[in-house]
């Protein structure tokens, strides 16, 4: 898609060197002075990232947590930002920084998280603390935990900030970062800590930087995501395994039982038959439509990668079928299988559930559905561990566990003037841009702009097969290169 | 059911102790005098058998197998039987004795096995080898491994020869017993032992002394065993887990596959939808059909004690659907569910499946309709783990593994003289017997019955919540006394 580039605005000229003439580059020079940055300091860098990196960051390991703290609000301090952590008992602390501009109309906020997830070293081929360079099909990668997700977007920020002032170019907004350390856990008190500090954090825009680019390749801003939520669903058969000669045909299966409920929930496309699945979605926007059109087309690309033979949609694309709710099965399990499988009819069967949302659901509703749809199979639906009466006085029980851990999809209008002033900076910085309503993963981005009274957009630098959430994480060094420039430009948007 | 009981045969006198008046007692009185010698024996009855119990008896533990059959070869020898192993190389042995009868028409064999269940003692409230007497419910019951599967069957039938002679009553027919040591692994080399030894293991009929009685509690005679087979299911979705909000809605989801696989092969009454799986059943005859309607009705009674809600098969009774085939799941998995389940779209997920057949069915081709009825479903069936090339090429893709260790039905007609003679002998013993067609469970009865030229009546003696291939095996002590009675009016039919 296309859209008019910003009028080239000035910057106020209180955070430049006395020297500099940089209050004539536009947005787009802020890009190329990072990248003539990054050129030439390309080996301090690396280092500097490994650094970083080398520094374990996971949930189980809070001294860990720490340090990685201490030495990102060193780096805030060093770079002229005012610092502090942003504490609640218990939770690893937020760590936030301001750079002020005098005269600035408007606040940018940078969220990132400096957490990882767990990590079981005997499942890397590299430590996932010990960073470590290869060459990979002729491109570089840094392999350890958090390369991509999400140090590699704390780190752009950071040299962005260096690489302007190298090159005498001052910000022209007020900036603030907001770095997370309990993302991978699902940030369970980030919406308080922010509560806290409402004024420090608000922002015009909060810009989400985590998350891979368009697999493509092509940098992307994305402008919301699905919300998420989910169910387990536990059925019920004898009250313990039993002979499968002796008893069956007699005795129900709940492995069985399990299969036809969940059979029932969609067609053999991927479309769920659940009723009113769909209903209240609010529609995509022309310009929504239009960005999705022009977006790549990676879908041959990704069904060869995936060893797919199909894809469930009847055909509709990926981008498309991101922007609808889903019902996805996260696993089953009822007795055992291959060595470990013997002739029992399961005492009972458990499914998984995630649901994913678009803008217009909610998600206590949605579950609702699910629930409904089960009764109206027939089954007794209870919220604890079925007794012994309760499953002798109905002909199915189901025991449904509805995760509270949930929230609701967020997106933001792209014809916002301050998504506008995004799309513009991110563009001038590297082209080429793929602009996506939402993405498919959830983040949650409700809470945030509730707590900082914004609207978040989602500036991803990471290449999307950096093995995130798995072992062999990796960061393709060049989305590094191309994320300093990147947020260099943001870091100069008016 | 009521059969005319048997003329009242006379018995060779060679097996007599010289001042035994026996030869003019009826069958009853084998069982009576059982019942005396169990009288006045209680206390050496039972440290006997604890002390059969007390010997190892697992397949991961050859040596305690050799000591079983040693010990149990010295106790067929001390009784007068000619007796010896049948051995092949790695296998646990045989334990074969005979009794012979100068005169005798017929030859009786009696099959039991000394081999038990592996055992995880963590499980397990007593030692698993060390018989341990409690009282529940105010009935005695001896707790260790094997205590009703099946040596319980062994203890009883030297016993009965120990209280048949006690009493100066001897057999009329030749006795053989057959012990195997590798029931519990499936008796991969029992019928390559019988081809080798056929004269020796040949008889008029093979009693099979294994399993319980009747849920109800009393003494059954089963006339055959459904076959047995099964298949593992596994269908694919993509290469590797994929993220199940980026992704959702486009990669297909193999859990959601194989319940609609599965789903669509049974009603919700678990009658199977696979086109023609009740083809060629051998009708129940007259007889059978009458055994059936008169054994106990123990639907309420097992709905109860398994919390059962309903039961599959509209209504029909255990006993009626037992003598159709049937289809189990016996396992389902894909990804995982509880603590450990995450938001993926799992790679592939799989389908244990135990098919039981009834006589009239191959096994080979019950397996090849549930094949044809999943490629009748889109599935492309392979028979190795499918190659990335054939993931890609085929919309849908299963690899079936078809279960090698398979046999089918066998059920020995009721009104053959010598089902007759067993009934009539079981009768006398027992006094109220249910009569059953075939048990539900599967015995490979069809390669005894083709190795020794026989037909085989099952004979059990255990009780039916006796905990059998689980912890906590036990025996209730009065199965045990009962069965001598039973095992003595046996060792006596003409």
Wanted: net charge negative; hydrophobic share 45%.
């Amino acid at each position: 898609m296309r859209l008019p580039l910003l009028p080239i605005l000035f910057f106020s000229a209180s955070f430049l060197p006395s020297n500099s003439l940089a209050q004539i580059k536009p947005a787009s020079t802020a890009a190329s002075a990072a990248e003539q940055y990054v050129n030439a300091h390309k080996s301090e860098l690396t280092t500097g990232f490994d650094h970083l990196l080398a520094m374990p960051n996971v949930a189980a390991d809070p001294a860990g947590l720490r340090a990685n703290a201490q030495y990102l609000l060193a780096a805030l301090q060093k770079r002229g930002a005012s610092a502090q952590l942003l504490t609640l008992p218990g939770a690893p602390a937020v760590v936030y920084g301001e750079i002020r501009t005098p005269g600035a109309t408007h606040t940018i906020v940078f969220y990132a998280h400096y957490d990882g997830q767990p990590v079981t070293p005997s499942e890397w081929t590299t430590l996932p603390f010990t960073p470590t360079l290869k060459t990979i099909d002729g491109q570089e990668r840094i392999f350890a935990r958090s390369a991509g997700d999400d140090k590699a977007a704390i780190f752009a920020q950071l040299s962005a900030l260096d690489a302007l002032r190298a090159a005498g170019i001052a910000p022209k907004a007020n900036l603030r970062f907001v770095w997370e350390g309990e993302e991978e856990a699902g940030s369970p008190h980030l919406e308080q800590i922010l509560m806290q500090h409402r004024d420090l954090v608000h922002g015009d825009i909060w810009l989400i930087c985590d998350g891979p680019v368009d697999q493509s390749g092509q940098q992307t801003v994305v402008f919301g995501a699905r919300g998420d939520t989910g169910l387990e669903i536990t059925v019920y058969g004898p009250q313990h395994g039993l002979h499968s000669g002796h008893y069956g045909n007699w005795a129900p299966n709940p492995a069985m039982m399990l299969a036809q409920l969940l059979a029932g929930m969609e067609d053999s496309n991927g479309h769920a038959l659940i009723p009113h699945f769909y209903d209240g979605i609010a529609p995509l926007s022309e310009l929504e439509k239009q960005a999705i059109a022009e977006a790549p087309d990676n879908e041959a690309m990704l069904r060869k990668k995936f060893w797919l033979g199909r894809t469930d949609g009847n055909g509709a694309h990926l981008l498309n079928l991101l922007n609808l709710p889903s019902l996805n099965i996260n696993g089953i399990a009822s007795a055992q299988v291959g060595a470990r499988a013997t002739n029992v009819i399961p005492a009972s069967a458990i499914a998984d559930l995630d649901l994913r949302l678009v803008v217009g659901e909610d998600w206590r509703a949605q579950q609702q559905k699910v629930v409904d749809y089960i009764e109206s199979q027939g089954y007794f639906v209870t919220d604890h561990e079925p007794t012994r009466a309760e499953r002798t006085a109905h002909a199915r029980v189901a025991w449904v566990v509805r995760n509270q851990n949930s929230y609701n999809a967020v997106r933001t209008p792209m014809d916002l003037p301050m998504a506008q002033e995004v799309i513009a900076a991110v563009k001038a910085a590297r082209g080429k841009v793929v602009l996506l309503p939402t993405m498919g993963g959830s983040v949650p981005l409700g809470a945030m702009e509730r707590a900082a009274r914004t609207r978040t957009i989602t500036v991803p630098i990471a290449n999307f097969d950096d093995n995130q959430h798995t072992a062999n994480e990796n960061l393709r060094l060049q989305n590094l290169w191309n994320g300093i420039g990147t947020m260099a430009a943001l870091e100069t948007m008016p």
